[in-house]
């Protein structure tokens, strides 16, 4: 039985109680949160304290509070038995300021508390100091993901980069291409399964193999009479990011 | 009965015979080419011919060709009697010279020899000059897809252009993403969670309010230390694409 101790309110904390209270050799016993804003979201069975002072002893403290603030909270914890481990992509390890062992445990997924998410397929990305600890955070990982990978600071770092590309920026790109069918009455919902396609491929072929378009082919004259169309960030956007895919293809 | 004549030989042609020839109120009586060079991936059994002068009578000719050759090619095509649709996204309607009537049967998708296509799904924009033409075209559409949209020539070619940025754009940020991985040995198997969850997530939200991120935040911390550690077409996009999402969410 691992006993576990989460530390936070927000999203995070959320769903890996969601997935923790399910397993029979997790027991969470306890939640630690600055204050009861979020409450009524969380099972009130888990007994829960806004002081530091008052943390039982677990095997695993988690925290899952936002990036600026892992590294001068856990410079408060001030026991020395038990892994402390935080949950954010883009912290490195030793900003852990704790005295007890340290650790990385990294769910890599965007969570929203107003979606229920299949804990089993979101990749966990796991650092510590110590090969002891790496067992006991595998064994506490693999009970909730089928996907547990063990990644250094410096991978998870890259890897963060990489995620903003395929999330976020991708994102922008969805976003900007409703902007331009609201804004000429076309219904966003035509390039629906255009969408789907493109991902639905990154299962079967290289996202690199499965670039077409005007900028792929180098076709200047629909890219200048796209350019044309466009102004501000959409062109700007459209200009660079050509640019960069033009570049990569005619490197081949 | 609608008989159809095909004219091209590559991907759209390929798969608009596939969905065709299935279907009992379609007759594909011929298909031109150019050349022999892809006769065998298509169907035997349909009548070819180099020879524009040896085309028959049909209710709706179409042309699937390359974009910058739509109109010189339709400038050869001297008869005067059914449809002549073109099937290009970034082509207007009146780039079609010939002399019987103009349309444009438009199927919104990336294809691909390699891949079997379920049509009906896939939306297809039809434009005509003459509503009489529209019911034909309709009627033709209607018979393959689920999805058949009137969409017209200044429409199209902003469609076009979301679409650049929803399939083209977004493929290259996940090819960026995987670049990144493959530098780092991480495997970008990593992100297709989140990247499925990105695209599953347009079913339901808006990507206005689905967008996450060091940049929604403008999280400059963040930001910087990614940006230090990219250089090139990857810096440079990294900084426009965040420069863009921050002007975004600050505005609301």
């Given at each position: 039985m691992i006993r576990v101790i989460l530390l936070g309110s927000g999203n995070v904390a959320f769903h890996l109680e969601k997935a923790f209270k399910q397993k029979k050799n997790i027991e969470l016993i306890q939640r630690y949160r600055?204050?009861?804003?979020?409450?009524?979201?969380?099972?009130?069975?888990i007994p829960k304290t806004i002081y530091l002072n008052e943390l039982k002893k677990a095997d695993v403290y988690i925290i899952a509070i936002s990036d600026d603030h892992i590294s001068n909270f856990s410079e408060q914890l001030k026991f020395k038995e038990g892994l402390v481990v935080h949950t954010s992509g883009s912290v490195p390890i030793n900003q852990l300021k704790c005295t007890a062992h340290k650790g990385v445990f990294y769910p890599l997924q965007t969570f929203s508390k107003d979606k229920i998410m299949d804990f089993t397929s979101i990749p966990i990305c796991l650092e510590t100091e110590f090969s002891k600890d790496m067992i006991l955070l595998k064994t506490l990982a693999d009970t909730i993901s089928d996907h547990v990978y063990k990644i250094d600071s410096s991978q998870r770092e890259k890897l963060h980069i990489a995620a903003v590309f395929a999330n976020n920026f991708s994102n922008h790109m969805f976003k900007i291409a409703k902007d331009i069918c609201d804004n000429n009455h076309v219904s966003f919902d035509l390039l629906a399964p255009l969408i789907f396609n493109t991902v639905n491929n990154l299962k079967f072929i290289d996202p690199t193999d499965a670039q077409t378009g005007p900028a792929k082919r180098n076709d200047q004259k629909v890219i200048q009479k796209h350019l044309h169309q466009l102004k501000g960030d959409q062109k700007e956007l459209y200009a660079l990011i050509s640019k960069s895919i033009i570049k990569y293809y005619q490197k081949d």
């Open positions: 600055r204050d009861g804003k979020n409450d009524d979201l969380f099972d009130p069975s």
